[in-house]
Structure formats: C-alpha cells, structure tokens
C-alpha cells in the first residue's frame, strides 16, 4: 500500500517553467507536473542541481521559489522549497 507523506495537497500543472542554479542569470527549462504550497514535482532532461531557484509565471501564477532536492526518479524529481509561503494555491 502506498503511504502519502506529502506535508500539502498537490495540484496538476503541466508548465514549463525555468530555473537557476549556482547565482547565474542564465535559466534553463524544466517541466512543472504538480505542485504545492511546499513544493513540486519537476521533469527535466538536464541535470538539477540538488539546490536551485525556481520560478513559474503564467495564469495566474507568478512565484520564484528556492528549492532543494529531495528525491530523483530518471528524469524526475520532488523539490521542496527551502521556506513555504503562506497558501499560493
């Protein structure tokens, strides 16, 4: 049986977002698949670091959040952000 240890109620999102690593102006592209108000699930075909910016704008929404990594999967991972903000969802 599968235990949900997730802390927040996760909500699809399908988006590209970008995200920056190592304090450099540059973003690279990733793949939002859910999300949460403490953190997400990401797809990517380049290497995450294991700590990053995030920012996804669109519809809506418009955060920038820093995040950690706390799981991989392939070309999957879970990102927790480092300080949660109040409900964004």
Same mark, same amino acid.
């Given at each position: 049986? @599968?235990?949900?240890?997730?802390?927040?109620?996760?909500?699809?999102?399908?988006?590209?977002?970008?995200? @920056?690593? =190592?304090?450099?102006?540059?973003?690279? *592209?990733?793949? %939002? *698949?859910?999300?949460?108000?403490?953190? /997400?699930?990401?797809?990517?075909?380049? =290497?995450?670091?294991? /700590? @990053? *910016?995030?920012?996804?704008?669109?519809?809506?929404?418009?955060?920038? #959040?820093?995040?950690? %990594?706390? +799981?991989?999967?392939? #070309?999957?991972?879970?990102?927790? @952000?480092?300080?949660?903000? =109040?409900?964004? +969802?």
């Amino acid at each position: 049986m @599968f235990l949900e240890r997730r802390n927040a109620p996760r909500r699809v999102l399908n988006r590209v977002a970008q995200y @920056f690593c =190592d304090g450099s102006q540059m973003p690279r *592209t990733c793949l %939002v *698949t859910d999300i949460s108000d403490s953190g /997400a699930r990401l797809y990517s075909e380049s =290497d995450i670091p294991n /700590a @990053f *910016t995030l920012a996804v704008s669109g519809e809506g929404v418009d955060m920038k #959040h820093e995040c950690r %990594v706390v +799981w991989r999967l392939g #070309h999957e991972m879970g990102v927790e @952000f480092v300080k949660p903000r =109040d409900r964004m +969802w």
